[in-house]
């Protein structure tokens, strides 16, 4: 850790609202992180009175991401994760799943939230072979994030795109198509792009992001499956395409309750 990024670890810690639910910290608080407020904890458990299966949904995605990076790292041999909206660091990070595929493996980390800044150091360990780097940028701004990328990433070499749960913070649907467009557009051909988000469908999920967008959180949208897959145009679908997410590539022996589906998701390859 260098004192530049002992400063910034500072000043974003002097920026924590500990007062106001946020998604990053709920979201740890479902996957049973510690990283969270009381605040946090009653958003979280307002949500998962109206909707139960919100836990669930944070751990297939957790797992979703784990299974669609062991590939990435393995079969596919890749060797960079561009990580936008990691939130904060659990068990089996990005990093953590690529380098033991492949330890020479480059992650860069992509997220606005203060208090995922003030756990970089968490996020900045590595294998002596790879690099970890992380970027304080919004998504709203994708040409800052692939700036701020192309210091740790070699973009004349594949990477891989991860966008798990994070779409929904851009309210405009066109807005989130062209931001995608814009990060596939610069990387080259043979990167990749792993994706999931939840589906409009679900009337649980609906109601409980209701509610929670008027809680005075920063508002989340959820959008149809029809959406959802559009993010995948231009791109080579790997099988089993754009499903459920406990549906992709499942681990042998894995078992899910059958019913409603909650979210979406795919892995697809630029040609």
Do not use: C
Request: proline content about 6%; hydrophobic content about 40%; cysteine-free.
């Amino acid at each position: 850790m260098t004192q530049d990024s002992s400063a910034r670890n500072t000043a974003a810690s002097a920026k924590i609202d500990s007062k106001v639910p946020h998604s990053a910290r709920i979201w740890n608080y479902w996957l049973g992180g510690k990283d969270n407020y009381p605040v946090d904890h009653q958003a979280g458990d307002a949500f998962r009175e109206v909707f139960p299966g919100i836990t669930d949904l944070a751990r297939d995605s957790r797992a979703f991401l784990g299974r669609a990076v062991r590939h990435l790292a393995g079969e596919a041999g890749i060797r960079q994760f561009l990580d936008i909206g990691t939130g904060l660091p659990t068990a089996d990070n990005t990093h953590e799943t690529a380098q033991r595929v492949a330890p020479e493996a480059r992650i860069v980390y992509v997220d606005n939230d203060p208090l995922v800044l003030a756990h970089a150091r968490v996020l900045l360990t590595s294998t002596s072979e790879g690099a970890t780097d992380y970027i304080d940028a919004d998504l709203h701004d994708p040409d800052a994030v692939l700036r701020e990328a192309a210091r740790t990433l070699d973009f004349a070499q594949p990477v891989a795109l991860t966008l798990m749960q994070v779409s929904g913070h851009i309210a405009d649907y066109d807005e989130a198509l062209a931001i995608v467009g814009t990060l596939m557009g610069t990387l080259p051909s043979g990167s990749y792009f792993a994706f999931n988000d939840s589906v409009d469908t679900n009337k649980a999920n609906a109601e409980a992001t209701r509610r929670y967008n008027e809680s005075g959180a920063a508002p989340y949208h959820l959008r149809s499956p029809e959406q959802l897959a559009g993010f995948f145009d231009g791109l080579e679908l790997l099988d089993p395409g754009v499903v459920p997410i406990t549906d992709w590539r499942p681990d042998p022996g894995a078992v899910h309750a059958s019913g409603e589906v909650i979210a979406l998701g795919g892995v697809a390859r630029k040609p």
